[in-house]
């Protein structure tokens, strides 16, 4: 049974370009989270995906954006990026309810240059 | 609002020597409390978790973790640490009501355990 799948793993940008990031949830899982880790730093939660509509978001600008689609994967977007936008985006899945255990992917490193 | 505070960065020790990562949080609400082991290049893994009832928790790997709620704190502790464990811990907090435990994580800023020969 795969876990949580992410791609790509490694990218390098430009500022101000676009990137688009991919995850895939566990088999079964209906709920995807994207999280942001800086280097040196916990992640911080950046939208909550659930029947394909966002049900949470953290404190971060309208520039990063996402989409869940009818299989549960999801797409995290990010415009108009910033040097401060590299990290480590990590995708976690669940299965909706209370106690479920929340699953992490490996992660996309992102580097803006 | 939630916040977490691991009150190390780093805690380097010897094999088979016992451990204790401190982590508090702050919260208006009550929480749930996880512990996530985070190797190098890899990604985040529960390493256990506290719901409800007994406030001591265990993971498989030897790791164990009491609740305290008037202390508002939940460290980390093994009595016998081996090479294997050197990685970063993080300790996140969610929201308990409505079955926050599926809902977003806040967490702390991690603590680097180094296991030294």
């Known amino acids: 049974d795969a876990g949580v799948t992410q791609s790509p793993t490694h990218l390098i940008k430009t500022r101000g370009q676009q990137v688009t990031l991919r995850c895939s949830p566990k088999?079964?899982?209906?709920?995807v989270s994207w999280y942001q880790q800086a280097l040196g730093q916990g992640p911080q939660f950046i939208f909550q995906?659930?029947?394909?509509?966002?049900?949470q978001r953290g404190n971060f600008p309208d520039r990063f954006s996402g989409h869940q689609f009818p299989n549960y994967s999801s797409e995290l977007n990010v415009n108009a990026l910033l040097l401060g936008d590299s990290a480590l985006y990590l995708c976690?899945?669940?299965?909706?309810?209370?106690?479920?255990?929340?699953?992490f992917g490996e992660g996309s490193w992102l580097t803006v240059v | 609002a939630q916040s977490v505070t691991q009150l190390d960065s780093q805690v380097p020790v010897f094999e088979e020597a016992p451990v204790e990562l401190r982590c508090n949080y702050s919260?208006?609400?009550?929480?749930?409390l996880f512990w996530y082991v985070q190797y190098p290049n890899q990604g985040l893994q529960l390493l256990l978790k506290y719901l409800s009832g007994s406030t001591l928790v265990e993971s498989i790997n030897g790791f164990e973790a009491e609740f305290n709620k008037s202390q508002t704190s939940f460290h980390l502790r093994k009595p016998s640490v081996h090479i294997s464990d050197t990685a970063e811990y993080f300790c996140?907090?969610?929201?308990?009501?409505?079955?926050?435990?599926?809902?977003?994580?806040?967490f702390g800023k991690g603590t680097l355990l180094t296991v030294n020969p």
């Open positions: 919260s208006s609400v009550s929480v749930y």
């Open positions: 995906y659930y029947e394909e509509e966002e049900r």
């Open positions: 088999s079964g899982h209906d709920t």
């Open positions: 976690a899945s669940s299965l909706g309810g209370s106690g479920n255990t929340i699953y």
């Open positions: 996140a907090v969610s929201d308990a009501r409505g079955g926050g435990s599926n809902y977003k994580l806040t």
